[in-house]
């Protein structure tokens, strides 16, 4: 079993729907819980962070975290064509005093015009 | 304030030869991590290392491939006798000196295909 799990879509959506992008993981230990997005071609660039359970929100982005679950997700709200890209999840423990991070497999998505 | 520097951004060799990619991290950022992306895997942790230290490298193929981040210049990723799966993109980050949340800034990788 991998340490996080992530649907790599691809995920279609018309332009202006609420995208709902999500993650699971085994390793308790996660403190730190991470969305960055990928464009083609490029390197990844953090979106949101969140430490332990709960909701934080960033303009139309909303990353949810329920430690219970072991659940993580991202929410788009308004999408746009300019949203179209690879999103991946990454989450980090303490190893020996550093936040070791570990990176969802990415899901990609198209926001349809 | 540039970002994360890599170099070469496409790197073609044929199989037996050597990969060096070069990192240069943020102004201020003294902690460079290496990763390798493949589409069917995601991204995959190498090594993490500081000024002159590696400090975890246990995401790193224990043949061929060595990583180095000397007190000046940019940080290497060595890959001697390159195979065909060696193929990938490999990406850099570099952070600032430690605080709780480590936040990575990542560079636009280097595209390696072997022949």
């Known amino acids: 079993q991998k340490e996080v799990e992530q649907d790599p879509g691809p995920l279609s959506v018309p332009e202006g729907a609420i995208v709902s992008l999500n993650c699971t993981y085994s390793n308790s230990a996660f403190q730190y819980f991470m969305w960055y997005r990928q464009y083609s071609r490029k390197g990844p660039e953090l979106l949101m962070y969140t430490y332990s359970s709960g909701n934080k929100e960033d303009g139309r982005f909303t990353a949810q975290v329920d430690k219970s679950s072991k659940y993580i997700s991202l929410f788009i709200r308004d999408s746009q064509p300019s949203d179209s890209a690879t999103y991946l999840c990454?989450?980090?423990?303490?190893?020996?005093?550093?936040?070791?991070?570990?990176f969802g497999i990415g899901t990609k998505l198209q926001v349809i015009p | 304030n540039a970002g994360v520097m890599q170099n070469p951004r496409h790197l073609v060799r044929r199989r037996g030869q050597e990969a060096r990619l070069r990192c240069s991290p943020m102004k201020g950022h003294s902690h460079v991590y290496w990763y390798r992306q493949l589409p069917e895997e995601g991204l995959k942790f190498m090594v993490y290392l500081q000024k002159e230290n590696i400090i975890d490298e246990s995401g790193m193929p224990k043949e061929r491939f060595s990583a180095e981040f000397p007190k000046e210049g940019p940080s290497i990723l060595r890959i001697q006798q390159v195979v065909r799966g060696d193929s990938a993109a490999y990406f850099c980050?570099?952070?600032?000196?430690?605080?709780?949340?480590?936040?990575?800034?990542f560079g636009p990788g280097t595209r390696l295909t072997v022949l």
């Open positions: 990454a989450m980090s423990y303490n190893s020996g005093g550093y936040q070791k991070v570990t």
């Open positions: 980050a570099s952070s600032p000196p430690l605080v709780a949340y480590n936040e990575q800034f």
